[in-house]
Each structure stands twice: as structure tokens, then as C-alpha cells.
């Protein structure tokens, strides 16, 4: 980390005039309120607020300079490595420059690029291990917990700032699709764990979303690299494309996990899944040829459209009436 001086106390004219009538101020001045524990333990509190004000300019300046641009939760997380490492000034043209690149799918209006990116996750994990795929399929926990992995570059998920550096220094030599990658990777170290747990959704989201803290980089780094020359992006698009096809979004966010435990439309998707179970197994009776037959996988899947169909209708109908829960992302 770069030695830096104590940031002058209030603001400037220029960080005035970014912040009147600018949309996304109260919620840029939220998150980073939110953001103590990214800054190194023992500052001196003055230092801390200053370099917190100093992160709110920076996004507020990349943001006004690029109205294509559109703030996420999150997106303070990775400006405010690039300010405790460079200082303001390199910070904000680097963090420009990486919005409009790396991270320009995260800063659509919708979510449906970021979606689509965290779709890559199950391709990657089925082309090495098929057992953990399939097991996460069966639980229906879907990739949701790894989408503050994905959109931070695990900036808001891991405490060791060294850590965080170094995945940084890693992402920013490679291609924008790296950080899901080393995703999968990490799925794949804890492949023990995962297939240990209930083979329901709560209990492996639950597992997944804790990102163990002593997990070890340099070789997992290094695997997340074979991986991407083994399989590349555009041998698994139409893979991740199958996914977008596939997911709902009500089984994606919490407000339908909420709403399953009050309404219980779970006790459908759990009968769903029973009853797939056993038209699997008679079409394993029929059909010898090997896991790899992609005719095999539609022939199975093709046994299950009427259900599934009947059983979002119930999960539609139950959400309608459940209480609205607000998506709240990052504690």
C-alpha cells in the first residue's frame, strides 16, 4: 500500500458540485458509510473519513463523466481498493477506465448481462466435475451466491486486504470473464463440502455464500488460468445461454426464498423434483448411452416441461400475494 498523507478536511468546490442534484449520491454515500471495515484496521478516524469522501468523489466523477454508466451496490467496493493502493487521483482514472471495460456488463440499467455472466459458473463446474454440477442442480440453489463474488472481484467477501490485492492484480491481466472462473474454482476446492451438505437449496446456498478466508490463492489462481485456456468462453456460451433459457427469476433472489418459507410453494418444487427423479430413472431404463449425449439430456429434460410449467404457475400464483421484501445484497 502506498504511503499517503492526511486528506485535507471538507470538501472542495468540485466534490460540491458532483454531489447536488446527482441521483445516485444518497445511495453512494450509504454504501460507503457501510464500508469501515475495508479500510486498515487502526486508521486514525480523520484519515478514514477523509479517504472516505474522497471515494464518494471518485464514483460520483466516473459516474457524471459517463452517464452510460449505472452504479451498483458493490461498485464502492472496488473503487475504494484502487484509492487505498494508488491514492485519488490514479484511482479514478484507472477505475474509469475499468468501468467502461471489465466491469461495464455490472453497470447496465437491468441485471441481465451480470445474470447472464454468473450462467458461465455451472458450465465450467459440470466440464470438471459433473458430480458437484449435478448435485447443485438437484439442490436448485442456482449461482446467486456468487454474484457479490462476482461484482466486488471478492473485494466485500474476503478481510485479508493482501488477498484482495493479489486477486485484483490477477483479474486486471485477464480476460473480464476471470473472476467467475476463479468462482468455479472455488466451488471445486470445496467439493467435499458441498457434497456433504443436505441436497437442499438454503443449506448449500448457505454453505457456498461462506467464502472460507484461508483458502489458497496462488494455486487456486493459477487453476482458475488452466481452466479458462482449457475451456474457454466460447466453448461454454451456448452452455450459459442454456441457463438464461432455464432459470426464473423468482427462484434467483431472496424475497422468492422469503416468500417460499411463508407460502410454501417449496413443498411444489420439492414434489417437482420427486417426480423427476423417477421419469429420470425410467428414461435411464430406455436410453444406455453415456452422460456426454447432449440427446440424452433433452430426452430427460423433455420429461420434466410439463411439471415444471405447473409448478411455477403455483410459485407465480403464491408470490403475487406474499409480502415484497426489499433485495438486500450486501449486509
Given amino acids: 500500500m502506498s504511503r499517503r ?3 485535507p478536511n471538507g470538501l472542495g ?6 454531489r447536488e442534484n446527482n441521483k445516485d449520491y444518497q445511495q453512494v454515500l450509504l454504501d460507503v458509510r457501510r464500508s469501515l471495515r475495508r479500510f486498515p484496521p487502526g486508521m486514525p478516524d480523520d484519515q478514514r473519513e477523509g479517504l472516505q469522501e474522497e471515494l464518494i468523489d471518485i464514483i460520483l466523477h466516473v459516474l457524471k463523466r459517463n452517464p452510460q454508466l449505472h452504479y451498483y451496490q458493490g461498485y464502492h467496493d472496488i473503487v475504494v481498493t484502487f484509492l487505498l493502493v494508488v491514492g485519488d487521483r490514479l484511482a479514478t482514472a484507472l477505475v474509469e477506465k475499468l468501468s467502461t471495460h471489465h466491469l461495464r456488463d455490472f453497470m447496465d440499467p437491468t441485471m441481465d448481462n451480470t445474470k447472464h455472466i454468473l450462467n458461465y459458473l455451472m458450465p465450467i463446474i459440470d466440464q470438471v466435475n459433473p458430480e458437484v454440477h449435478d448435485f447443485m442442480q438437484s439442490a436448485e440453489v442456482g449461482t446467486i451466491f456468487a454474484l457479490s463474488w462476482l461484482i466486488t472481484w471478492f473485494g466485500h467477501v474476503l478481510s485479508d486486504f493482501r488477498h484482495v490485492v493479489r486477486l485484483y492484480d490477477f483479474f486486471l491481466a485477464c480476460h473480464p470473464l476471470m473472476p467467475i472462473y476463479f468462482a468455479a474454482v472455488i466451488v471445486l476446492y470445496r467439493e467435499q463440502e458441498v457434497l456433504d451438505c443436505e441436497c437442499d437449496m438454503a443449506s448449500v446456498h448457505h454453505l457456498l455464500s461462506q467464502i472460507p478466508q484461508d483458502l489458497p ?5 493459477s487453476r482458475a488460468g488452466d481452466l479458462f485456456v482449457q475451456f474457454p468462453p ?6 450459459a445461454a442454456q441457463q438464461q433459457a432455464e432459470r426464473t427469476a423468482a427462484s434467483t433472489f431472496k424475497d422468492f426464498e422469503l416468500a417460499s418459507v411463508q407460502q410454501r410453494p417449496d413443498t411444489v418444487l420439492r414434489q417437482r423434483f420427486r ?3 423417477r421419469g429420470e430413472e425410467r428414461t435411464k431404463s430406455i436410453l444406455t448411452k453415456p452422460r456426454t449425449n447432449r440427446f440424452v439430456k433433452l430426452a430427460v429434460m423433455g420429461l420434466t416441461v410439463a411439471l ?3 409448478a411455477l404457475a403455483v410459485v407465480k400464483s403464491a408470490l403475487e ?3 415484497k421484501f426489499e433485495l438486500q445484497i450486501f449486509p
Fill in 13 to 18: 468546490a468540485h466534490g460540491k458540485e458532483l
Fill in 234 to 239: 466460447s466453448e461454454l456460451a451456448r452452455e
Fill in 275 to 277: 417426480e423427476r427423479l
Fill in 308 to 310: 415444471g410449467a405447473a
Fill in 321 to 323: 400475494w406474499a409480502p
Fill in 217 to 221: 490463492y496462488e494455486t487456486l489462481i
Fill in 5 to 7: 498523507s492526511p486528506p
